[in-house]
Structure formats: C-alpha cells, structure tokens
C-alpha cells in the first residue's frame, strides 16, 4: 500500500531563513512524487514532481526537493524563506496506473510560518 | 490557464437535505476528481471519473455519489446531508495519463456546513 507522511504539522521559519519541510513515503512500486501548495482561501497549485528522471527537481518560486530511495524521502527545501511562502504544504505520491488516471495520495499537510 | 471552477465558494446547508456541489473545467480533460479536505487529514478521494458516463470509488465513497454527463461537468452529489460531511469539497481535473502521472489542477473549493 502507498502512504505518506510529512513529519512536522507546523514549520515556523524567519524570513531569509532556510526551509525544509520533510516527507517520507511509502509505496510499492516506483512512485511518483509531487509537492502542492495551498495558500489561504485558495486552491492548490503545484509546486514541482518527481518522475523517475533526475533526483534533484526544481520547482517554481525557488523552491526544490530531492527524491532519495535508500530514505525513501522527498524533503522540500528553499535556501530564503520570503513572507509569501506561508501557506499550507502537501506532499502527494502517485502510484503507477496504467489506465489512463492517477490517483493521488495527500500526506496531511505542514502549515509553513514565516516571520519577519 | 487551465480554468476549474466550482459553483459556490460557501454552503450552509440543513441535515437531510440533497446537496449538488458542481465542478468545470475549460481544458478538455479526461479525468476529473472530487476530494475532501479536512484538517489533519489532507486531501481524501471521494470519487473520480475518467471519461463522460464513467466514475469509479475513490477512498471514501459512502455519502456521496457522482455524475458525468458532459467531459467539462462533474457533479458531486450529498443523497442526504450529514453534519459529518461539513467539509472542504475540492475537484481536479487532469489529462489522460498513458505513462507518468499527470498534474492534477484544482479548483479554488466549496466549504460546505451542514447544520
């Protein structure tokens, strides 16, 4: 069975700090990854995924996680936090599917502060 | 911009009553999705469909059901409204996957109560 697990509910950061929000999963096949994000009062867009290509993705607004097997983690980090970064993370994995849909699989989230 | 959208952003709604929660997508998508979104918990699967007519279970199918009648609609339907059903609604939609997932795009979510 596929699950995940981010590690911490809550991260609370000073601006211009590093963040690292963490995650590790479980599945039984080679899974996909992704990180969403999910500002107030607004839907979740993506942030980057991880599909069996290189093991250090870039995704949008600085941000990048590292898919590592032997950990069987995929920890999203950004070198600054910026007051805009504060939002609600998910960490999703993707069993493989071969009939055309993939469902998706929430870890329950980590809520990101970022203070001045 | 891939475009989905959800028929209202807030819903108050009477225990018993029948509730449709409404999704469209703009971007010719095969797949689309319903979850819900408690605190906690994440994001649950509700129900999805992959095609006009077609739905599958997700992981938490008892309460709702769904309709597909057109490709850019996907209704999900509360038979008879619980207060355990006061939730987040969220719907995504997605292309056809024939190898790698594909992105899901959600919709900004309808937090429906039900007193």
């Known amino acids: 069975a596929q699950s995940v697990t981010q590690l911490d509910s809550h991260v609370s950061v000073s601006e211009g700090t590093p963040v690292l929000l963490r995650c590790n999963y479980s599945?039984?096949?080679?899974?996909?990854l992704f990180w969403y994000v999910q500002h107030p009062n607004k839907g979740l867009q993506l942030l980057l995924k991880?599909?069996?290509?290189?093991?250090l993705v870039k995704g949008i607004n600085g941000f990048e996680a590292e898919f590592k097997k032997s950990e069987t983690s995929f920890h999203l980090t950004k070198p600054s936090a910026h007051m805009s970064d504060a939002a609600e993370y998910f960490c999703?994995?993707?069993?493989?599917?071969?009939?055309?849909?993939?469902?998706?699989?929430f870890g329950a989230g980590t809520r990101l502060a970022v203070h001045p | 911009d891939v475009k989905v959208t959800q028929s209202s952003r807030y819903l108050v709604k009477r225990t018993g009553e029948k509730v449709f929660l409404e999704c469209v997508q703009d971007?010719?998508?095969?797949?689309m999705f319903w979850y819900r979104q408690d605190p906690g918990l994440g994001l649950r699967l509700i129900y999805f469909?992959?095609?006009?007519?077609?739905?599958e279970k997700g992981d938490i199918p008892e309460g709702y059901s769904v309709s597909r009648e057109k490709k850019e609609r996907f209704s999900l339907i509360l038979e008879s409204a619980s207060t355990n059903q006061t939730s987040m609604y969220l719907c995504?939609?997605?292309?056809?996957?024939?190898?790698?997932?594909?992105?899901?795009?959600f919709g900004p979510g309808t937090r429906l109560t039900v007193l």
């Open positions: 995504a939609s997605s292309l056809y996957s024939s190898g790698s997932p594909k992105e899901q795009f």
């Open positions: 999703v994995v993707s069993p493989f599917f071969s009939g055309g849909y993939n469902k998706l699989i």
């Open positions: 991880y599909t069996s290509a290189a093991t």
């Open positions: 599945s039984s096949y080679s899974p996909s």
């Open positions: 469909s992959y095609d006009v007519k077609m739905k």
């Open positions: 971007m010719d998508h095969e797949n």
